[in-house]
């Protein structure tokens, strides 16, 4: 028989699901284990990216001549190009195929991360940066959407976002200390793009692609007025610092919330095809999703992306000391994370959110005085608690993320979870570092007081994810 008369039989066999066909995803794979590794090897990648400048910010700065106010602007620019493009990417990966987004993202964030390690300027560089923060919203987005198409049934499902959440922490884990190990921050992303490309390369070659489709155009006015409300946020966050009562602030804080009205508007009456389904807000379990990403980012990835520095300017470290300081946290929330899969069947995600924000709460109380007393011994409880909990976030937010939306829109859900769990990173980072070098006591009274504001912030996510416990059965 020819190939040309097998794919003819296949695909008049009714039994077969039509993957172009509108509302429907592709069949999966009888083995999903390709599509895991590849889309944990691009989110790994992607984190590392991510996480690179928390050892290489004095470095960075140095050589970019970036005065303290606008260092912000160094880690800000991921977490913004993530915010602003995550919803979208998600979206477009449903309607148009997620392998397709993925490899491109793939592609493009190993070309930006070599551009930013050529970067000579602040701006140069953040523009970089923002620019490999949408790439990898094309990554995290459409990734999840594969993985529910390659394993449906729900223990393959959560088996395949238990790995994909640990490798996210691997990610994180691993950035730092590639960073620290090469001879400069310009050669750590000359790795990190190449190891890309390489995905990307692999993953055209093995993904099979898998869409649901829902006709109509991309909603480019919800996209681009998204992404200039966060724009105006973080400019607004991060210019704060020198003054929050100033004009521009003020402007920039009513700018974002008439662009955020506006998005709404676009969203409920003028888009056939909107980014995110507003009435899915009054799903809790998509509420609980949302709010874990909002906590996770603004108080463990907003203490935990400046930290490093604080180190390194308080207790003169070195930026490979902080790494493999670093990697008791990292690393534990790795190995907790990878084994929180286990939970799953009789812990839900929203209890696992409670008892991971509570105990980072607990990690950066225990944190407390350290560096006044110029002690790194002294953070390592901390370093372990918090670390648990961010593992135990981490294992738990992917699988509530595609959980509390149909599987057809599982990457408009993967999207809409990370997009505020980036938009409460942009929030954090520029709040710790206004707390951390606002104080009058110095840069270790200000880290005092940004571990205290951010365990207040966990204390209130954990309130807030329990609380939907009643109305989530």
Same mark, same amino acid.
């Given at each position: 028989?020819?190939?040309?008369?097998?794919?003819?039989?296949?695909?008049?066999?009714?039994?077969?699901?039509?993957?172009?066909?509108?509302?429907?995803?592709?069949?999966?794979?009888?083995?999903?284990?390709?599509?895991?590794?590849?889309?944990?090897?691009?989110?790994?990648?992607?984190?590392?990216?991510?996480?690179?400048?928390?050892?290489?910010?004095?470095?960075?700065?140095?050589?970019?001549?970036?005065?303290?106010?606008?260092?912000?602007?160094?880690?800000?620019?991921?977490?913004?190009?993530?915010?602003?493009?995550?919803?979208?990417?998600?979206?477009?990966?449903?309607?148009?195929?997620?392998?397709?987004?993925?490899?491109?993202?793939?592609?493009?964030?190993?070309?930006?991360?070599?551009?930013?390690?050529?970067?000579?300027?602040?701006?140069?560089?953040?523009?970089?940066?923002?620019?490999?923060?949408?790439?990898?919203?094309?990554?995290?987005?459409?990734?999840?959407?594969?993985?529910?198409?390659?394993?449906?049934?729900?223990?393959?499902?959560?088996?395949?976002?238990?790995?994909?959440?640990?490798?996210?922490?691997?990610?994180?884990?691993?950035?730092?200390?590639?960073?620290?190990?090469?001879?400069?921050?310009?050669?750590?992303?000359?790795?990190?793009?190449?190891?890309?490309?390489?995905?990307?390369?692999?993953?055209?070659?093995?993904?099979?692609?898998?869409?649901?489709?829902?006709?109509?155009?991309?909603?480019?006015?919800?996209?681009?007025?998204?992404?200039?409300?966060?724009?105006?946020?973080?400019?607004?966050?991060?210019?704060?610092?020198?003054?929050?009562?100033?004009?521009?602030?003020?402007?920039?804080?009513?700018?974002?919330?008439?662009?955020?009205?506006?998005?709404?508007?676009?969203?409920?009456?003028?888009?056939?095809?909107?980014?995110?389904?507003?009435?899915?807000?009054?799903?809790?379990?998509?509420?609980? /999703? !949302?709010? $874990? &990403? #909002?906590?996770? =980012?603004?108080? +463990?990835?907003?203490?935990? *992306?400046?930290?490093? @520095?604080? %180190?390194?300017?308080?207790?003169?470290?070195?930026?490979?000391?902080?790494?493999?300081?670093?990697?008791?946290?990292?690393?534990?929330?790795?190995?907790?994370?990878?084994?929180?899969?286990?939970?799953?069947?009789?812990?839900?995600?929203?209890?696992?959110?409670?008892?991971?924000?509570?105990?980072?709460?607990?990690?950066?109380?225990?944190?407390?005085?350290?560096?006044?007393?110029?002690?790194?011994?002294?953070?390592?409880?901390?370093?372990?608690?918090?670390?648990?909990?961010?593992?135990?976030?981490?294992?738990?937010?992917?699988?509530?993320?595609?959980?509390?939306?149909?599987?057809?829109?599982?990457?408009?859900?993967?999207?809409?979870?990370?997009?505020?769990?980036?938009?409460?990173?942009?929030?954090?980072?520029?709040?710790?570092?206004?707390?951390?070098? /606002? !104080?009058? $006591? &110095? #840069?270790?009274? =200000?880290?005092? +007081?940004?571990?205290?504001? *951010?365990?207040?912030? @966990?204390? %209130?996510?954990?309130?807030?994810?329990?609380?939907?416990?009643?109305?989530?059965?």
């Amino acid at each position: 028989m020819t190939r040309f008369s097998e794919r003819t039989i296949k695909r008049a066999s009714p039994s077969t699901p039509d993957p172009e066909a509108p509302g429907s995803l592709a069949p999966p794979a009888r083995d999903g284990r390709p599509t895991l590794a590849l889309t944990s090897a691009a989110t790994a990648v992607a984190l590392m990216t991510y996480t690179a400048p928390m050892v290489t910010l004095p470095d960075t700065a140095a050589a970019l001549h970036t005065p303290l106010s606008a260092q912000a602007w160094l880690l800000n620019g991921t977490p913004l190009g993530l915010a602003a493009l995550l919803l979208v990417a998600g979206s477009l990966a449903d309607d148009y195929g997620r392998r397709r987004i993925f490899v491109a993202g793939t592609l493009a964030l190993g070309l930006t991360t070599a551009l930013g390690g050529l970067a000579t300027s602040t701006w140069a560089f953040t523009l970089a940066r923002v620019a490999q923060g949408a790439a990898s919203a094309a990554i995290l987005a459409s990734s999840l959407g594969l993985l529910v198409a390659a394993f449906p049934s729900p223990r393959g499902r959560l088996h395949a976002t238990g790995v994909w959440g640990a490798f996210v922490s691997g990610g994180i884990a691993l950035g730092p200390l590639v960073a620290g190990a090469m001879p400069s921050w310009r050669v750590a992303y000359a790795v990190l793009g190449a190891a890309a490309l390489i995905v990307a390369g692999l993953s055209f070659r093995t993904l099979t692609e898998s869409r649901s489709p829902r006709g109509g155009r991309p909603d480019i006015a919800g996209a681009v007025t998204f992404g200039l409300a966060l724009v105006a946020l973080v400019a607004a966050l991060t210019l704060g610092r020198d003054g929050w009562l100033r004009p521009q602030v003020g402007l920039l804080f009513a700018t974002t919330v008439v662009l955020l009205a506006l998005f709404t508007l676009i969203e409920r009456r003028h888009s056939p095809t909107p980014m995110i389904d507003l009435s899915l807000l009054r799903s809790p379990r998509f509420l609980a /999703s !949302s709010l $874990g &990403g #909002l906590v996770t =980012g603004l108080a +463990v990835i907003g203490l935990f *992306s400046f930290l490093p @520095a604080l %180190l390194q300017q308080t207790l003169g470290m070195s930026a490979m000391d902080t790494a493999w300081l670093f990697l008791l946290w990292s690393g534990l929330s790795f190995t907790v994370a990878l084994q929180a899969k286990r939970l799953a069947g009789r812990v839900p995600p929203r209890w696992q959110l409670t008892v991971g924000f509570l105990l980072h709460a607990g990690g950066a109380l225990a944190m407390l005085g350290a560096l006044d007393a110029g002690s790194w011994p002294r953070l390592l409880p901390g370093l372990v608690l918090s670390g648990a909990g961010s593992g135990l976030l981490n294992a738990a937010l992917p699988l509530l993320a595609v959980e509390s939306v149909p599987p057809a829109r599982a990457a408009m859900g993967s999207g809409a979870q990370q997009t505020f769990r980036y938009i409460g990173s942009c929030a954090g980072v520029a709040l710790t570092i206004a707390l951390a070098t /606002s !104080s009058g $006591g &110095g #840069l270790a009274h =200000g880290a005092d +007081v940004a571990m205290v504001v *951010s365990a207040a912030v @966990a204390v %209130l996510g954990a309130a807030g994810v329990a609380a939907q416990r009643e109305r989530t059965r």
